[in-house]
């Protein structure tokens, strides 16, 4: 297994929210969204202790899904 040094596997809600254009009281929101359903929707993240992260290929997947049609 090799680490990819150009890119962390994992970041914060903070960077997330960047990466997404959102604030960052939006991606807590939708980090405790998808801890509280269970991943079934909201931002992906681990959950470490105290410490949320967003795995950076869950965060690569949701950009890349299609756009609701109207």
Do not use: C, F
Not at 8 to 32: D, F, H, P, Q, S
Request: aromatic share 2%.
């Amino acid at each position: 297994m090799t680490l990819d040094t150009n890119e962390a596997e994992v970041m914060t809600v903070e960077e997330a929210a960047k990466i997404l254009r959102i604030g960052r009281n939006a991606a807590y929101t939708l980090a405790r969204r998808y801890i509280a359903t269970d991943g079934r929707e909201g931002l992906p993240v681990l959950v470490l202790g105290r410490t949320l992260r967003v795995p950076a290929s869950a965060l690569r997947a949701m950009v890349r899904l299609p756009l609701p049609t109207q």
